[in-house]
């Protein structure tokens, strides 16, 4: 079996404070799921090493606006390239599908009937109060809300977002066959350094 892993980055600023340099927001927090072991792993600022071994040992690394967030956040941490890696963003594939950016909350809620925990001001004042128990659930609770969301994509071949607030539009999305062919040809693992 393929080894997927869903990721979600926190962050300890807010875009105001760094001046909207995505770089200089630095990671509080991290929440990787891996497909092959079925466990969440958890990871902070000082641990992040960890993660890119996940990522490195992955066939498919999976986010929701990962590859203009995320990725950019989590860059200065790591020494190889991290856009070598083999991604997936949910968000990039609706955005290019429908022509529109929606949260992942209205995605989650029209498509699970769940939604998020929280919001990402406030995931920064956990950081700031020293709640790291309670950041690292709310990332985990966005992690697995994103992981519902792909899978659902990719069993039933469309998700749903709403039109107003008590309609839903049916959105068709090809993730098995995107992710199948991106996958296709891969190793198992997914080394990006150059040694």
Same mark, same amino acid.
């Given at each position: ?20 340099? *995505?770089? &200089? ?13 079925? &466990? ?7 641990? /992040? ?12 690394? /999976? ?20 856009? !070598? ?25 029209? *498509? ?11 995931? /920064?004042? #956990? ?14 609770? %966005?992690? !697995?809300?994103? &992981?519902?969301? #792909? ?17 839903? =539009?049916? =959105?068709?999305? %090809?993730?098995?066959? /995107? ?11 997914? #080394?990006?350094?150059?040694?």
């Amino acid at each position: 079996m393929k080894n997927y892993v869903v990721f979600d980055v926190e962050t300890q600023n807010s875009f105001r404070e760094v001046n909207n340099d *995505t770089k &200089k927001l630095k990671v509080s927090v991290v929440v990787a799921y891996e497909y092959e072991t079925q &466990k969440m792993h958890h990871f902070t600022e000082k641990n /992040i090493a960890g993660l890119f071994k996940l990522f490195e040992n992955s066939s498919l690394i /999976i986010g929701f606006n990962s590859k203009s967030f995320d990725l950019v956040v989590l860059s200065p941490y790591y020494v190889g390239n991290l856009s !070598q890696f083999t991604h997936f963003d949910i968000l990039e594939n609706i955005k290019e599908t429908t022509g529109r950016r929606y949260p992942l909350d209205d995605l989650v809620q029209a *498509t699970l009937g769940k939604g998020k925990s929280g919001h990402g001001l406030q995931a /920064i004042e #956990f950081y700031r109060q020293g709640k790291i128990t309670e950041l690292l659930q709310y990332c985990q609770d %966005d992690v !697995q809300l994103t &992981k519902e969301l #792909f899978d659902f994509g990719v069993n039933n071949g469309h998700v749903f977002a709403p039109s107003s607030p008590t309609n839903k =539009i049916k =959105i068709t999305v %090809d993730w098995a066959k /995107i992710v199948s062919e991106k996958t296709k040809t891969q190793a198992s693992h997914n #080394f990006t350094l150059g040694f």
